[in-house]
């Protein structure tokens, strides 16, 4: 029997340091052997947001730690490694260097390959740590950096068919729990408040609902809670306004994911209709209904990772290496870190809206 490949990925591009051993078993599906992921939660909290500085420092501090103790974990012996993912971008710059550096080092150590590793790819490759996932499909991608429907076609074909123009969906959540005296990272926690509130106590409002086809603005919503957030006085006010948020960042979910299906279908022409969701918020429980009811109406298979591997980690990155690794597709030493890399590389600005996307 032929040795499985064994890979080594690194993550460092925010505020989580994260190792993982993957390998895969005899029907090639992929094994998770070791996942560790430091949050640096701790470090930034008292700022309201990531630091890059500190953030970069706290990399430095723990990134030998957590890859030997990914190794550790997984069982294996150091030598049997046959490569070494980073993740290359995009993100904090200062950030990425860290793990980039330590795995191209450790590659070289070893004598090993080494694979440069887009981040938003490992997210979108994510539910194939727990599922079959065959190409093509529809990837809404919803973290805290970004909100994106993209037609994926293959490991390295995607084609963006919306995007935001201001804020990502998981810097509203945020936004919104800081407004709500929240710490951050507030995202899971709205989710929780919510569950005590009335939805429809607050009206607020749905940014391009109506126009600008699948891509999404969430600046106008916070703006909103700005102005009721001055307001409130009790905890239930609190909690109305958390429901309130949520469900209408459902809707504005629903209504733009179903137009995405009809531009992914007129595209794509897809045999079976698959729609992945991934990215930490992908971990929120009412969104992820939300999308599975509207796959039922629309015929599309749901497809999401585990709610542990929703946020960043780097059992993602490893899938993606593993995936280049059996392409032989790797990269040379001088990969620079790429703080802007867009999964579609003809992704240009978008008209009107001021920001890179
Ligand atoms: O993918 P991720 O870990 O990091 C990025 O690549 O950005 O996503 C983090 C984002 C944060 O904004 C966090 O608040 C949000 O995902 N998030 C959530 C939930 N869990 C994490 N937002 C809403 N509901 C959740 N349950
Ligand atoms: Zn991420």
Redesign the pocket.
């Known amino acids: 029997m032929s040795k499985k490949p064994l890979i080594l990925g690194i993550e460092s591009?925010?505020d989580?340091t994260a190792a993982s051993i993957i390998s895969e078993n005899d029907q090639g599906n992929p094994v998770v052997l070791s996942n560790i992921i430091s949050s640096q939660v701790d470090v930034h909290k008292e700022f309201g947001g990531v630091v890059p500085e500190l953030a970069a420092r706290s990399h430095l501090e723990k990134i030998d730690l957590i890859v030997k103790k990914a190794i550790e974990d997984s069982g294996i012996n150091i030598e049997e490694i046959d490569a070494v993912a980073s993740t290359a971008g995009p993100?904090l710059i200062v950030c990425l260097s860290v793990g980039l550096s330590f795995g191209k080092a450790f590659a070289v150590s070893l004598n090993r390959p080494f694979i440069a590793v887009n981040?938003l790819e490992g997210?979108a490759l994510s539910p194939k740590l727990n599922s079959e996932l065959d190409y093509p499909y529809l990837l809404l991608l919803?973290?805290?950096?970004?909100s994106q429907y993209l037609s994926v076609k293959n490991l390295s074909e995607h084609i963006r068919l919306g995007t935001t123009i201001d804020d990502?969906?998981?810097?509203a959540?945020?936004k919104t729990?800081k407004l709500l005296g929240i710490e951050f990272?507030?995202?899971?926690k709205?989710?929780i408040l919510a569950k005590n509130g009335d939805p429809n106590k607050y009206d607020l409002p749905k940014p391009i609902f109506n126009k600008g086809g699948c891509n999404l603005s969430f600046a106008g919503l916070k703006t909103a809670i700005l102005k009721i957030t001055k307001q409130i006085k009790t905890d239930q006010e609190k909690f109305d306004l958390a429901a309130s948020f949520?469900k209408t960042v459902i809707e504005i979910l629903y209504k733009k994911t179903k137009i995405a299906f009809s531009q992914f279908e007129k595209q794509i022409k897809p045999n079976k209709k698959k729609f992945v969701v991934a990215?930490?918020?992908a971990?929120?429980?009412e969104?992820r209904q939300m999308l599975i009811k509207l796959c039922k109406e629309e015929n599309y298979e749901p497809i999401f990772p585990p709610i542990e591997l929703?946020?960043?980690n780097a059992a993602m990155i490893a899938m993606v290496g593993l995936e280049k690794f059996k392409s032989k597709n790797f990269d040379s030493l001088d990969y620079p870190a790429k703080p802007r890399w867009p999964l579609d590389e003809k992704a240009k600005f978008l008209k009107g809206a001021g920001v890179k996307l």
């Open positions: 591009s925010c989580e993100g981040h997210h919803i973290s805290g950096g970004h990502a969906i998981g810097e959540f945020d729990a990272p507030g995202g899971p709205i989710e949520q990215g930490g918020v971990a929120n429980r969104i929703c946020g960043d």
